[in-house]
């Protein structure tokens, strides 16, 4: 009878392994489905886009605001919570120091500063940064937050959203003028991911700052989405420089998604 008992208990641990497993990854997709969706978000919406039952999300929610990744909001509707803040900086900060050798080349062969970014929400965050060494060269400071539209990095990084999401986006950030040469409505900054799209990488010009010209596109298949970008004065960031530049920015993508995907790359992010 030991040993059968043992046997049932053994047989059994699988199973419940397993459901322990499917439970982590719906409530994993559940926190990403709440940040797609602005970080806020009604039971019935999540129902609607997981096709889960409300009985599991609610059971998977309760536990998620139990551990202080979710609240409940006043309105009943659940919003992202709190401990999320300190693992999404930590992860962040992680895969800043991850990147910078791949920045330092693209300094290297382009001459200007290089950054790593990632969207972040509704935000553009700075995640890694090194400078160029010309005595004249631009400075953003990593853990900075900017809105999309006026920068090169947000337009990589929206340019294959779907042009209902940007718009989303958009009315809830708002389109402030940085500058002059700041796009301030939606339709033309679809009008611009459409030229992104088309050109494989997209161009802040003078739009952040005037005087500087910023390069950027995406990582192809990253966990997160994140874009590499150079920037540098515009009297150096020329049309001839841009032809010279993109394929050294494209080929550094491309190998950080190579990386990404890479059980290596893994461990040292």
């Not at 059968?4 to 641990?13: E, N, Q």
């Not at 982590?24 to 609607?48: I, T």
Request: charged share 20%; with cysteine; hydrophobic share 40%.
């Amino acid at each position: 009878m030991p040993t059968s008992s043992a046997s049932t208990t053994d047989a059994s641990k699988p199973a419940a392994a397993s459901g322990g497993v499917q439970s982590l990854e719906r409530a994993f997709d559940l926190l990403e489905r709440m940040a797609d969706a602005g970080g806020e978000v009604g039971l019935s919406e999540l129902s609607a886009s997981s096709g889960l039952p409300l009985p599991t999300i609610h059971r998977l929610m309760r536990t998620l605001v139990a551990c202080g990744y979710v609240r409940q909001q006043p309105n009943r509707r659940y919003s992202l919570g709190p401990r999320l803040i300190r693992l999404g900086e930590s992860a962040s900060r992680l895969l800043g120091t991850w990147a910078r050798p791949y920045l330092a080349r693209l300094v290297e062969e382009t001459g200007e500063t290089a950054n790593m970014a990632l969207l972040d929400g509704d935000e553009i965050v700075y995640v890694a940064q090194v400078p160029s060494k010309h005595s004249m060269r631009m400075f953003t400071e990593v853990g900075r937050r900017v809105l999309p539209h006026s920068t090169g990095v947000g337009k990589a990084l929206l340019a294959h959203t779907p042009a209902d999401e940007v718009r989303a986006l958009l009315a809830r950030t708002g389109m402030p003028a940085a500058t002059e040469k700041t796009i301030t409505t939606p339709d033309g900054f679809l009008e611009a991911l459409e030229q992104v799209r088309r050109a494989g990488y997209a161009v802040d010009d003078n739009e952040q700052e005037i005087g500087v010209r910023c390069l950027a596109v995406s990582v192809p298949n990253s966990p997160t989405s994140a874009a590499v970008s150079i920037s540098g004065p515009a009297g150096r960031v020329t049309e001839a420089a841009t032809e010279r530049i993109v394929p050294i920015l494209q080929g550094v993508a491309q190998e950080l998604s190579v990386a990404f995907a890479s059980s290596g790359a893994g461990q040292q992010g």
